[in-house]
């Protein structure tokens, strides 16, 4: 049988999972060299390869608790840490964590943050100061998240589409990005913008307004906004996010992402 086949058996059949182990531990290798991934562009899509979440998901149960250390820090858990940084080209700033089974592409930076197991991080990223990318999540080649940034992970069920953020984005401190939200390639999020499924994201750039759900366009910048709803007691004001722009094409996001944004008065 090949290891999908035994990841997939055991994952439908716990009796089974002795026979599926080396099937785990290969898969999750898989992963943490960037071999596998949980889910990759097809197109203008996302496939979600299932079965490597499941072999994920086993992982935990195959593993067992162990004390570890890092200098003078004692850990105990059953994931150890990602090694052979410096031949990845990786810089991981203590006391960042990336776990095994996550992949780094060259050139991705960690602050003293966090990289959860399944999660991709494209070349030339950055997970800054307390930024966290959660398991599966999929980050794109150069992305920027800041300080306090959280991706949320997405491990069940397996076919759920993880966190997606595309090449090319800026996520604004202290943002959360959850539930399998998809962040287009170059799109903005500012400061304290909270992405869920279910958030309205409406776009206010032309003669009507346009509502999204679980997607930020390619090249939109978004701030957190809010909105009325009746409820038997009382108006409340829920949660939600405003398109005030788009970003050209030509725009060096390097150079003038900062300029451009004052320019919406966005805060980052």
């Known amino acids: 049988m090949s290891d999908r086949e035994l990841i997939e058996s055991a994952f439908d059949d716990r009796d089974r999972l002795g026979e599926a182990v080396d099937a785990v531990h290969r898969t999750i290798e898989g992963l943490d060299r960037g071999d596998l991934r949980v889910a990759e562009p097809d197109g203008d899509e996302w496939v979600v390869h299932e079965w490597v979440k499941k072999a994920v998901l086993l ?15 004692v850990y105990y858990d059953k994931l150890p840490t990602k090694t052979d940084l410096a031949a990845q080209g990786v810089r991981v700033v203590p006391p960042g964590t990336v776990r095994y089974g996550a992949h780094c592409e060259p050139g991705v930076v960690v602050m003293p943050g966090y990289v959860n197991i399944g999660a991709r991080v494209g070349a030339g990223s950055m997970v800054d ?6 398991s599966c999540a999929q980050i794109g080649t150069g992305v920027h998240l800041s300080g306090g940034v959280g991706i949320g992970g997405v491990l069940e069920p397996p076919s759920a589409r993880p966190v997606v953020v595309e090449d090319g984005a800026f996520i604004g401190s202290r943002s959360i990005v ?46 957190p906004g809010t909105r009325e709803k009746a409820f038997p007691g009382g108006v409340a ?14 725009t060096d996001r390097k150079l003038t992402l900062n300029e451009e944004l004052r320019g919406l008065d966005v805060s980052l």
Do not use: K
Not at 202 to 215: A, C, H, Q, S, W
């Open 59 to 73: 992982y935990f149960s195959v593993m067992e608790m162990t004390e570890m250390r890092a200098g003078d820090f």
């Open 178 to 223: 959850v539930e399998g939200v998809r962040v287009r390639a170059r799109a903005v999020l500012g400061a304290n913008t909270t992405l869920t499924g279910s958030t309205p994201i409406y776009d206010v750039t032309g003669d009507e307004r346009i509502e999204y759900r679980g997607e930020v366009p390619a090249g939109a910048v978004v701030v």
């Open 129 to 134: 100061t307390w930024a966290t990318v959660g």
């Open 237 to 250: 004001h829920l949660q939600c996010a405003y398109i005030i722009g788009y970003r050209t094409p030509a």
